[in-house]
């Protein structure tokens, strides 16, 4: 009996970003508490040489007497961060030298599958994701995009406002923030006509001005930014439920949020860091492992990922 490495996928994905004019940003003032990056932002001190970059210019892991204690298997070779099996040649250089997609990467097979590997004892399959169709060969997938007619239905009262707006295309529910009354809100779209009596309150406790949306239907998981009194981003299930906060620190303004839904990574806008901050579906989704993919003059307050 043996089993087949179908390697770890992966895929190009194209970010659209909106910005408007630039604007001038003052200082940033870190408290007793924190740690001042090179980059200007606060990250907590007791993040300081615990082998995970925080800042998103990696200052927070320069200058280290020692080697941080690792929780994870695997290290960086020479500069000695902390990895998760997930990091290795996953695309993405997480080691300050590369050697996660070099050195590490000797006893990686390149996957054979566009999408998902499924392991069988003597074999294996290749499966799309949710929304995507296999083609003939059984290895690639791909998804078909039909035109429809477009016509304009009012699903509810125009009073009602949506400051952002995600779509569940598994289950037909469309979800949206109501700003007014901080509020999580999901309606059905398989009905004809709908009242405001039939709308779904997700979550309407602890949200402090909650500003953007996104979704990850096939994990039933729902995202979003809040830029109150405590600035983070938060998880939870599409019924509310197991909610916690995936990002809390060194964030500035964090606007637009998008998910990609292949790779099951979270983008985020941050308007005051002018940046654009990415985590990867490791550990939870805790946050930890997060990055900067973008900096850029200008305030980005929009993101979607369209697939290239």
């Given at each position: 009996?043996?089993?087949?490495?179908?390697?770890?996928?992966?895929?190009?994905v194209?970010?659209?970003?909106?910005?408007?004019?630039?604007?001038?940003?003052?200082?940033?003032?870190?408290?007793?508490?924190?740690?001042?990056?090179?980059?200007?932002?606060?990250?907590?001190?007791?993040?300081?040489?615990?082998?995970?970059?925080?800042?998103?210019?990696?200052?927070?892991?320069?200058?280290?007497?020692?080697?941080?204690?690792?929780?994870?298997?695997?290290?960086?070779?020479?500069?000695?961060?902390?990895?998760?099996?997930?990091?290795?040649?996953?695309?993405?250089?997480?080691?300050?030298?590369?050697?996660?997609?070099?050195?590490?990467?000797?006893?990686?097979?390149?996957?054979?599958?566009?999408?998902?590997?499924?392991?069988?004892?003597?074999?294996?399959?290749?499966?799309?994701?949710?929304?995507?169709?296999?083609?003939?060969?059984?290895?690639?997938?791909?998804?078909t995009?039909?035109?429809?007619?477009?016509?304009?239905?009012?699903?509810?009262?125009?009073?009602?406002?949506?400051?952002?707006?995600?779509?569940?295309?598994?289950?037909?529910?469309?979800?949206?923030?109501?700003?007014?009354?901080?509020?999580?809100?999901?309606?059905?779209?398989?009905?004809?006509?709908?009242?405001?009596?039939?709308?779904?309150?997700?979550?309407?406790?602890?949200?402090?001005?909650?500003?953007s949306?996104?979704?990850?239907?096939?994990?039933?998981?729902?995202?979003?930014?809040?830029?109150?009194?405590?600035?983070?981003?938060?998880?939870?299930?599409?019924?509310?439920?197991?909610?916690?906060?995936?990002?809390?620190?060194?964030?500035?303004?964090?606007g637009?949020?998008?998910?990609?839904?292949?790779?099951?990574r979270?983008?985020?806008?941050?308007?005051?860091?002018?940046?654009?901050?990415?985590?990867?579906?490791?550990?939870?989704?805790?946050?930890?492992?997060?990055?900067?993919i973008?900096?850029?003059?200008?305030?980005?307050?929009?993101?979607?990922?369209?697939?290239?």
């Amino acid at each position: 009996m043996y089993f087949v490495n179908c390697g770890i996928f992966w895929h190009s994905v194209q970010l659209l970003l909106t910005s408007p004019a630039a604007l001038p940003l003052s200082d940033v003032q870190c408290s007793s508490t924190e740690f001042k990056c090179l980059s200007g932002q606060c990250v907590l001190a007791s993040m300081r040489c615990d082998g995970h970059p925080d800042c998103w210019d990696r200052s927070d892991e320069d200058g280290c007497t020692k080697p941080p204690v690792c929780t994870t298997k695997h290290r960086c070779p020479h500069s000695k961060e902390c990895l998760v099996q997930e990091w290795l040649c996953d695309g993405d250089q997480d080691c300050k030298d590369g050697s996660d997609e070099k050195v590490l990467c000797d006893d990686q097979a390149q996957s054979v599958c566009s999408h998902l590997c499924i392991n069988a004892a003597g074999s294996y399959k290749c499966e799309c994701q949710p929304g995507f169709i296999m083609e003939a060969d059984e290895y690639q997938c791909k998804i078909t995009v039909y035109k429809r007619s477009l016509s304009q239905t009012y699903l509810l009262k125009p009073c009602v406002r949506a400051d952002s707006v995600a779509v569940d295309w598994l289950a037909r529910n469309l979800y949206w923030i109501d700003g007014v009354k901080s509020q999580i809100v999901a309606i059905s779209l398989t009905k004809a006509s709908v009242k405001s009596l039939d709308q779904s309150i997700i979550l309407d406790e602890e949200l402090d001005q909650p500003r953007s949306l996104a979704l990850l239907p096939q994990k039933g998981l729902m995202f979003w930014t809040e830029i109150g009194n405590l600035v983070k981003i938060e998880r939870a299930g599409m019924d509310g439920s197991e909610r916690k906060a995936i990002v809390n620190t060194s964030l500035g303004w964090p606007g637009g949020i998008t998910v990609d839904v292949l790779s099951e990574r979270v983008f985020w806008t941050d308007e005051r860091l002018n940046a654009i901050g990415v985590v990867q579906a490791v550990d939870k989704l805790s946050g930890k492992n997060r990055q900067v993919i973008l900096k850029r003059p200008g305030q980005p307050f929009a993101i979607k990922v369209s697939f290239v």
